[in-house]
Protein backbone atom coordinates (compact mmCIF):
# COMPACT_ATOMS: atom_id res chain seq x y z
CA UNK A 1 0.00 0.00 0.00
CA UNK A 2 0.94 3.92 -0.26
CA UNK A 3 3.35 5.20 2.71
CA UNK A 4 3.24 8.79 3.52
CA UNK A 5 5.91 9.96 5.97
CA UNK A 6 6.00 12.90 8.62
CA UNK A 7 9.12 14.00 10.40
CA UNK A 8 9.66 14.72 13.09
CA UNK A 9 7.57 11.83 14.93
CA UNK A 10 7.35 14.30 18.02
CA UNK A 11 9.09 17.76 18.78
CA UNK A 12 9.20 19.89 21.82
CA UNK A 13 9.76 23.54 21.78
CA UNK A 14 9.30 26.78 23.68
CA UNK A 15 6.41 29.01 23.75
CA UNK A 16 6.82 31.48 20.62
CA UNK A 17 9.26 29.36 18.22
CA UNK A 18 8.29 28.11 14.99
CA UNK A 19 7.57 24.27 14.08
CA UNK A 20 7.83 23.16 10.91
CA UNK A 21 5.73 19.41 10.05
CA UNK A 22 6.78 17.65 6.80
CA UNK A 23 4.30 15.19 5.07
CA UNK A 24 5.90 13.10 2.42
CA UNK A 25 3.88 10.84 -0.07
CA UNK A 26 6.57 8.15 -0.38
CA UNK A 27 5.65 5.92 -3.38
CA UNK A 28 3.13 7.66 -5.18
CA UNK A 29 1.92 11.40 -6.12
CA UNK A 30 -0.47 13.71 -4.33
CA UNK A 31 -2.36 16.00 -5.52
CA UNK A 32 -4.02 16.25 -2.26
CA UNK A 33 -2.96 16.54 1.02
CA UNK A 34 -5.12 17.15 4.18
CA UNK A 35 -3.78 18.13 7.65
CA UNK A 36 -5.72 16.95 11.02
CA UNK A 37 -5.25 17.60 14.49
CA UNK A 38 -6.22 15.30 17.17
CA UNK A 39 -6.36 16.52 20.71
CA UNK A 40 -6.41 13.76 23.77
CA UNK A 41 -8.97 11.78 23.86
CA UNK A 42 -11.17 13.23 20.86
CA UNK A 43 -11.30 12.75 17.34
CA UNK A 44 -9.66 14.01 14.41
CA UNK A 45 -10.53 17.93 13.43
CA UNK A 46 -9.39 18.76 9.47
CA UNK A 47 -7.16 22.02 9.80
CA UNK A 48 -6.83 22.48 5.81
CA UNK A 49 -7.06 21.25 2.28
CA UNK A 50 -3.50 21.43 1.12
CA UNK A 51 -3.52 21.47 -3.45
CA UNK A 52 0.08 20.97 -4.88
CA UNK A 53 1.03 24.53 -6.16
CA UNK A 54 -2.34 26.63 -4.77
CA UNK A 55 -3.12 28.28 -1.79
CA UNK A 56 -4.10 25.85 1.30
CA UNK A 57 -8.04 25.92 2.02
CA UNK A 58 -8.64 26.28 5.45
CA UNK A 59 -11.13 25.13 7.83
CA UNK A 60 -13.10 27.82 9.60
CA UNK A 61 -11.70 28.87 12.83
CA UNK A 62 -8.13 27.70 11.67
CA UNK A 63 -6.21 30.73 11.91
CA UNK A 64 -3.79 30.76 8.44
CA UNK A 65 -0.76 33.23 9.63
CA UNK A 66 -0.66 30.96 12.41
CA UNK A 67 -0.87 27.66 10.33
CA UNK A 68 1.48 28.11 7.18
CA UNK A 69 0.40 25.28 4.36
CA UNK A 70 3.03 25.04 1.70
CA UNK A 71 2.75 21.85 -1.18
CA UNK A 72 5.19 22.93 -3.38
CA UNK A 73 5.76 19.30 -5.15
CA UNK A 74 3.20 16.58 -5.56
CA UNK A 75 5.06 14.40 -2.98
CA UNK A 76 5.54 16.86 0.09
CA UNK A 77 3.34 19.38 2.19
CA UNK A 78 4.72 21.30 5.18
CA UNK A 79 2.86 22.52 7.91
CA UNK A 80 4.46 25.23 10.00
CA UNK A 81 2.94 26.44 13.41
CA UNK A 82 4.38 29.91 13.75
CA UNK A 83 4.22 31.46 17.76
CA UNK A 84 3.47 28.43 19.07
CA UNK A 85 1.64 28.34 22.20
CA UNK A 86 0.70 25.57 24.80
CA UNK A 87 -2.50 25.33 23.86
CA UNK A 88 -0.65 24.23 20.15
CA UNK A 89 0.35 21.09 21.94
CA UNK A 90 -1.61 18.38 19.91
CA UNK A 91 -1.14 15.71 18.04
CA UNK A 92 -0.70 16.78 13.73
CA UNK A 93 -1.74 13.88 11.09
CA UNK A 94 -1.64 14.69 7.56
CA UNK A 95 -3.21 12.61 4.75
CA UNK A 96 -2.31 12.18 1.24
CA UNK A 97 -4.79 11.19 -1.53
CA UNK A 98 -4.25 8.91 -4.33
CA UNK A 99 -6.13 8.39 -7.51
CA UNK A 100 -7.05 4.63 -7.79
CA UNK A 101 -8.69 4.27 -10.73
CA UNK A 102 -12.25 4.05 -12.10
CA UNK A 103 -12.89 6.94 -9.91
CA UNK A 104 -12.09 5.55 -6.76
CA UNK A 105 -9.25 7.59 -4.39
CA UNK A 106 -8.05 6.81 -1.36
CA UNK A 107 -6.44 8.75 1.45
CA UNK A 108 -3.80 7.36 3.39
CA UNK A 109 -2.46 8.63 6.89
CA UNK A 110 1.24 9.48 8.32
CA UNK A 111 2.25 8.30 11.55
CA UNK A 112 1.69 11.44 12.71
CA UNK A 113 3.47 14.64 15.05
CA UNK A 114 3.31 14.67 18.51
CA UNK A 115 3.88 18.47 19.82
CA UNK A 116 4.45 19.88 22.93
CA UNK A 117 5.05 23.43 23.42
CA UNK A 118 6.73 24.53 27.00
CA UNK B 1 -26.56 18.14 15.82
CA UNK B 2 -22.99 16.85 15.27
CA UNK B 3 -22.24 15.79 11.26
CA UNK B 4 -20.92 12.78 11.98
CA UNK B 5 -21.92 10.60 15.57
CA UNK B 6 -21.00 7.32 17.19
CA UNK B 7 -21.33 6.16 20.72
CA UNK B 8 -17.90 7.14 22.40
CA UNK B 9 -18.48 3.35 24.09
CA UNK B 10 -16.71 1.14 25.30
CA UNK B 11 -18.08 -1.21 23.69
CA UNK B 12 -16.89 -4.06 25.61
CA UNK B 13 -17.11 -7.87 23.55
CA UNK B 14 -15.77 -11.16 25.13
CA UNK B 15 -13.18 -12.39 22.66
CA UNK B 16 -14.84 -14.49 19.91
CA UNK B 17 -17.90 -12.45 19.61
CA UNK B 18 -19.30 -9.97 17.32
CA UNK B 19 -18.25 -6.60 18.12
CA UNK B 20 -21.24 -3.69 16.20
CA UNK B 21 -20.58 -0.32 15.74
CA UNK B 22 -23.03 1.98 14.86
CA UNK B 23 -22.49 5.60 12.82
CA UNK B 24 -25.13 8.37 11.72
CA UNK B 25 -24.21 11.42 9.30
CA UNK B 26 -26.21 14.61 8.83
CA UNK B 27 -25.17 15.23 5.41
CA UNK B 28 -26.90 13.89 2.97
CA UNK B 29 -24.70 14.89 -0.20
CA UNK B 30 -22.59 12.35 1.54
CA UNK B 31 -21.15 10.22 -0.47
CA UNK B 32 -18.19 7.95 0.33
CA UNK B 33 -17.96 6.18 3.68
CA UNK B 34 -14.89 5.29 5.74
CA UNK B 35 -13.93 2.89 8.89
CA UNK B 36 -10.73 3.56 10.37
CA UNK B 37 -9.29 1.89 13.39
CA UNK B 38 -6.89 3.87 15.47
CA UNK B 39 -4.60 2.83 18.57
CA UNK B 40 -3.66 4.94 21.08
CA UNK B 41 -1.10 7.24 20.45
CA UNK B 42 -1.11 6.24 16.51
CA UNK B 43 -2.75 7.17 13.36
CA UNK B 44 -5.64 5.61 11.57
CA UNK B 45 -5.14 3.15 9.45
CA UNK B 46 -8.08 2.31 7.41
CA UNK B 47 -10.22 -0.94 7.90
CA UNK B 48 -13.15 -0.28 4.81
CA UNK B 49 -14.72 1.98 2.34
CA UNK B 50 -18.35 1.49 1.12
CA UNK B 51 -20.06 3.74 -1.59
CA UNK B 52 -23.39 2.09 -2.25
CA UNK B 53 -26.37 0.88 -0.26
CA UNK B 54 -25.68 -2.56 1.03
CA UNK B 55 -23.19 -4.81 2.52
CA UNK B 56 -19.41 -4.89 2.51
CA UNK B 57 -17.63 -7.60 3.41
CA UNK B 58 -13.68 -7.58 3.80
CA UNK B 59 -12.56 -11.00 6.70
CA UNK B 60 -13.81 -10.27 9.75
CA UNK B 61 -14.92 -7.28 8.82
CA UNK B 62 -18.55 -6.11 7.47
CA UNK B 63 -19.93 -2.74 6.79
CA UNK B 64 -23.35 -1.95 6.08
CA UNK B 65 -24.73 1.02 4.86
CA UNK B 66 -28.04 2.52 4.47
CA UNK B 67 -28.19 6.00 2.84
CA UNK B 68 -32.11 6.31 2.90
CA UNK B 69 -31.70 6.40 7.00
CA UNK B 70 -28.38 8.41 6.93
CA UNK B 71 -26.50 5.43 9.13
CA UNK B 72 -23.66 3.13 8.44
CA UNK B 73 -22.37 0.35 10.93
CA UNK B 74 -19.12 -1.89 11.35
CA UNK B 75 -19.08 -5.74 12.34
CA UNK B 76 -16.37 -6.98 13.75
CA UNK B 77 -16.61 -10.88 13.91
CA UNK B 78 -14.25 -13.49 15.58
CA UNK B 79 -13.19 -10.11 17.81
CA UNK B 80 -9.87 -10.43 19.29
CA UNK B 81 -7.76 -8.54 22.11
CA UNK B 82 -5.63 -6.75 19.31
CA UNK B 83 -9.10 -5.13 17.57
CA UNK B 84 -9.39 -3.52 20.90
CA UNK B 85 -9.07 0.32 19.77
CA UNK B 86 -11.50 3.19 19.07
CA UNK B 87 -13.04 2.86 15.89
CA UNK B 88 -13.63 6.19 13.51
CA UNK B 89 -16.03 6.75 10.91
CA UNK B 90 -15.54 8.94 8.75
CA UNK B 91 -17.78 10.34 5.36
CA UNK B 92 -17.10 12.88 2.28
CA UNK B 93 -19.39 14.36 -0.29
CA UNK B 94 -17.00 13.03 -2.96
CA UNK B 95 -13.84 10.78 -3.74
CA UNK B 96 -10.93 12.52 -2.30
CA UNK B 97 -12.88 14.94 -0.92
CA UNK B 98 -12.03 15.92 2.58
CA UNK B 99 -13.39 13.47 5.30
CA UNK B 100 -15.43 14.13 8.15
CA UNK B 101 -14.75 12.38 11.58
CA UNK B 102 -16.83 10.93 14.12
CA UNK B 103 -15.81 11.16 17.61
CA UNK B 104 -15.27 7.66 17.77
CA UNK B 105 -16.26 4.25 19.41
CA UNK B 106 -13.88 2.57 21.94
CA UNK B 107 -13.82 -1.07 21.62
CA UNK B 108 -12.48 -3.05 24.37
CA UNK B 109 -12.13 -7.09 23.37
CA UNK B 110 -11.67 -9.34 26.70
CA UNK B 111 -9.99 -12.67 26.64
Known amino acids: GAVVSQHPSWVICKSGTSVKIECRSLDFQATTMFWYRQFPKQSLMLMAT?????????EQGVEKDKFLINHASLTLSTLTVTSAHPEDSSFYIC??????????????FGPGTRLTVT | QKEVEQNSGPLSVPEGAIASLNCTYS??????FFWYRQYSGKSPELIMF????GDKEDGRFTAQLNKASQYVSLLIRDSQPSDSATYLC???????????FGGGTRVLVKP
Open chain 2, 50 to 53: IYSN
Open chain 1, 50 to 58: SNEGSKATY
Open chain 2, 27 to 32: DRGSQS
Open chain 2, 90 to 100: AVSKAAGNKLT
Open chain 1, 95 to 108: SASQHLGQGAVEQY
